[in-house]
């Protein structure tokens, strides 16, 4: 291996406690959330503020910077849908707004091909248990076999419903790598500043780029616009085709575009008082109305059936924290690996 490389994951784990961003092994570029034990969100007055209570966690973790990219996503959909007929991974379906177009495929199913420029163009239309196949996936390591897609993080099994009710399985395995975030990770991870008042003294942001002003939608100034979040316009140019990360706006913890592309699944659940349960989400998206923008508010979002993924629905991804002897036994075994120089006259 490389000593570039053995020295990047090195880092990875010396980084393991710090909000710096991290390019996992997965190719997904995550940034740990610490501060475990924070103060959940306590309200402004809203009435009716479903956040309020939310948002405090008990450990360290790490979510994407980004949202998964339509180059992420592509090469997740060919491993699990271009395979023979009697091979294909059910469950999972393909975005029905990414830049990825359609293939001649190698193994006799569906393939797509990302065009050079759309590798970071945002992927929406992704129903939940998708996503948690892809969490799944990652978990192995993205191997090929069957089971790699079936099982890890979530337990495809599970998924189906009784009447509307679904049966899948509520939150991630013990031990799981790769995850949906739970709404109060995502809470904290795009509302919560650990230095809101003074080094050390953490606090709330109504809104997720670290003020209490409503962000303003549009094209982003590298495309001739003014706004601060792909939201609330139609273009052009078209809010489809602009890449994640194209707006300097970041939560207090770094990550990009948690306002604006696609709202993001979450692993909770809630629950009705008629029994009916959905899967919860939050942000705001693409070409929503301008009055959308409120949305990226702490407040609340939506929720959905795990089964259904309209245009506007994507997610980022979240990860657990390397644990000091994980990381130390995967260096000393890279280590071992790395050709030793003789030394010369």
Not at 47 to 57: K, P, Q, T
Not at 93 to 102: D, E, R
Not at 224 to 238: D, I, M, T, V, Y
């Amino acid at each position: 291996m490389p000593r570039s490389v053995l020295i990047s994951l090195m880092v990875l784990c010396a980084g393991a406690g710090s909000a710096l961003a991290q390019v996992d092994p997965s190719g997904i570029d995550f940034v740990t959330i610490d501060h475990p034990g924070n103060t959940p969100w306590a309200g402004d007055g809203t009435v009716g503020d479903l956040a309020v209570g939310r948002g405090g966690v008990a450990y360290s973790y790490r979510i994407g910077r980004g949202e998964v990219t339509s180059s992420q996503w592509c090469e997740f959909m060919n491993a699990a849908l271009d395979r023979p007929a009697n091979d294909r991974i059910p469950f999972v379906s393909s975005p029905s707004n990414w830049g990825a177009v359609p293939t001649a495929p190698q193994n006799g199913g569906s393939r797509w091909t990302v065009p050079a420029g759309h590798e970071m163009y945002a992927a929406g239309g992704i129903d939940w248990r998708t996503c948690a196949i892809f969490c799944n996936w990652l978990d192995h390591d993205k191997a090929s076999n069957r089971e790699s897609f079936l099982s890890g993080s979530y337990d495809v099994s599970t998924f189906g419903y009784n009447g509307n009710i679904f049966t899948d399985q509520e939150a991630r395995s013990p031990g799981a790598r790769y995850f949906l975030p739970t709404w109060d990770e995502l809470l904290k991870a795009s509302h919560y500043d650990p230095s809101r008042f003074g080094p050390g003294q953490g606090g709330w942001w109504t809104y997720n780029n670290g003020t209490n002003t409503p962000l303003v939608g549009g094209p982003p100034p590298i495309m001739g616009g003014n706004g601060q979040a792909n939201f609330g316009f139609s273009g052009p140019p078209s809010p489809f085709t602009i890449p994640l990360g194209s707006y300097s706006s970041q939560s207090p913890w770094g990550l990009f575009d948690t306002a604006g592309a696609t709202t993001e699944w979450t692993e909770s659940i809630r629950t009705l008082t008629t029994g009916e349960r959905y899967r919860m989400y939050d942000g705001s998206f693409w070409n929503s109305s301008p009055g959308y923008g409120v949305l990226d508010s702490i407040y609340y979002r939506g929720d959905e059936f795990p089964s259904v993924g309209t245009f506007d629905l994507g997610f980022r991804i979240a990860a657990a924290v390397p644990s000091p002897s994980t990381c130390v036994a995967l260096a000393a075994g890279l280590l071992a690996s790395v050709p030793r120089c003789r030394a010369r006259p």
